[in-house]
């Protein structure tokens, strides 16, 4: 039985936290990997790592020069690379390719999943890298 990844790619719409539509001009070409031993990416039931758009993830610059994958992002990760994962992913244990939202590309963070669970301190990487609003509930 061969595994596959179900993953959308660019609509015309948008999810409820991108204030921009997710066509070409707001990824990052060539996406990018997440390491998905992180412990932050937790395991499902049936033992997947599924990664919603939206998650901030993150990793240091040490970490990128090693060539590891991004985790979720964690107060540990200053002067990091800091993006929001486009379009779910549907288990990282299987396939760990992501695609990055662009940075200066406008953001509704309270619509980000797990937004008010994140610190401080991560919250101003994303506020650094992206032009963030609140969007109208």
């Known amino acids: 039985m061969s595994r596959s990844q179900t993953q959308t790619g660019p609509t015309l719409g948008a999810p409820e936290w991108a204030g921009d539509f997710l ?4 990824l990052i070409p060539g996406g990018a990997k997440v390491n998905a031993a992180d412990a932050g990416f937790v395991a499902d039931s049936a033992g997947r790592k599924p990664i919603p758009a939206g998650t901030v993830i993150a990793r240091t610059i040490a970490e990128r ?5 991004f ?6 990760d200053p002067a990091s690379e800091t993006y929001i994962v486009a379009f779910d ?9 992501v695609e990055l939202y662009r940075p200066n590309s406008i953001v509704k ?3 980000l999943p797990g937004w008010g669970a994140l610190s401080a301190a991560v919250k101003a990487l994303v506020r650094a890298r992206y032009l963030c609003t609140r969007g109208a509930e």
């Open 71 to 76: 985790g979720p992002a964690a107060d540990t």
């Open 89 to 97: 992913v549907t288990d990282a244990n299987d396939i760990n390719d």
């Open 65 to 69: 020069d090693a060539s590891t994958g």
């Open 23 to 26: 066509n070409r001009e707001h």
């Open 109 to 111: 963070e309270n619509f």
